[in-house]
């Protein structure tokens, strides 16, 4: 699991954690969450880097000793104010929230048990018919997204190239769960793949970023005063839910992938027009290997 040391993580890893049987393997900076059995594991792990990410992969597969993963967890994610660039040259976002998760999907694939499951947190800011106030994608083209210098469309403003940045990312997350789903190897395993959307969630972490105003007002709906806005949805409502899909509480029904927790229901529906696109899943699947200097097919 990523993203498991705070906000809906950090809940989701504790519900998770208590079940009978389960072991976490937990990739993080810094220390697990206060109050999680001696089930979980940290490992360290810097999304930013790519060499920190090969390093998990490579311990999580010492850990196994020959066992196989049930379920794949990748929810970190984060929200920049701007575009910066990772000690790899990426532009952070894009690396932190696809690139890093993509590597290690990858990494991982063959050691996933027959039946197993992948998850991605993904977010409603990745369909412009959502009408979230975050700018939409324009595209998902791993090598502009990767080096927004080259897009000859960029943002010029930080908030707009930050928040597009962040948008774009969870529209490869939904991409990348349909580009999984089609491989060989996962329909091979019959792997159960899920792109998570926990929508708004007041008082995470995610825009620890942003303005200070900003942050104080996502703290502030992060208690009790955001039940006064229904469409946001409670930290321990979003990990609950991400809790049950990992479990197994919750399962995909057939041809499902794409799930959205809306007033506390998970909700299955397709993503934005973009994601459903076969040419631009294919493209990023493609170049996001191309650029982590991997094959595009698993070997």
């Known amino acids: 699991?990523?993203?498991?040391?705070?906000?809906?993580?950090?809940?989701?890893?504790?519900?998770?954690?208590?079940?009978?049987?389960?072991?976490?393997?937990?990739?993080?900076?810094?220390?697990?969450?206060?109050?999680?059995?001696?089930?979980?594991?940290?490992?360290?792990?810097?999304?930013?880097?790519?060499?920190?990410?090969?390093?998990?992969?490579?311990?999580?597969?010492?850990?196994?000793?020959?066992?196989?993963?049930?379920?794949?967890?990748?929810?970190?994610g984060l929200s920049l104010h701007d575009h910066h660039r990772t000690s790899d040259g990426f532009e952070t976002t894009f690396a932190i929230n696809h690139l890093s998760h993509y590597l290690l999907l990858r990494?991982?694939?063959?050691?996933?048990?027959?039946?197993?499951?992948?998850?991605?947190?993904?977010?409603?800011?990745?369909?412009?018919?959502?009408?979230?106030?975050?700018?939409?994608?324009?595209?998902?083209?791993?090598?502009?997204?990767?080096y927004p210098d080259q897009d000859p469309e960029r943002d010029e403003q930080a908030k707009t190239a930050g928040g597009r940045a962040y948008t774009s990312s969870k529209l490869c997350a939904v991409l990348t769960a349909r580009a999984l789903a089609v491989q060989p190897e996962a329909r091979d395993a019959a792997l159960r793949v899920v792109a998570y959307d926990p929508g708004p969630t007041p008082g995470t972490g995610l825009l620890r970023s942003a303005p200070a105003p900003v942050r104080g007002m996502w703290r502030i709906l992060g208690t009790g005063l955001g039940v006064l806005v229904p469409r946001f949805n409670s930290v321990e409502a979003a990990g609950g839910a991400l809790a049950d899909i990992v479990t197994g509480r919750v399962v995909p029904p057939p041809g499902e992938y794409h799930v959205r927790l809306v007033k506390g229901e998970l909700t299955w529906l397709p993503p934005s027009d973009l994601a459903r696109r076969d040419d631009v899943m294919e493209a990023l699947w493609r170049d996001s290997a191309e650029l982590l200097g991997l094959p595009a097919v698993s070997r």
């Open 107 to 146: 990494l991982l694939l063959p050691h996933i048990a027959r039946n197993g499951l992948v998850t991605l947190t993904t977010s409603a800011t990745h369909d412009p018919a959502a009408k979230t106030i975050l700018p939409p994608p324009r595209h998902a083209d791993a090598r502009l997204l990767a």
């Open 1 to 76: 699991m990523t993203g498991g040391t705070s906000g809906l993580g950090a809940d989701a890893l504790r519900r998770i954690a208590r079940e009978p049987g389960i072991r976490v393997l937990l990739g993080a900076r810094g220390k697990a969450p206060s109050g999680v059995p001696a089930s979980v594991e940290t490992l360290p792990v810097d999304l930013s880097k790519m060499d920190s990410v090969r390093s998990f992969a490579s311990a999580v597969q010492e850990r196994l000793q020959g066992s196989e993963i049930d379920a794949l967890v990748l929810n970190a």
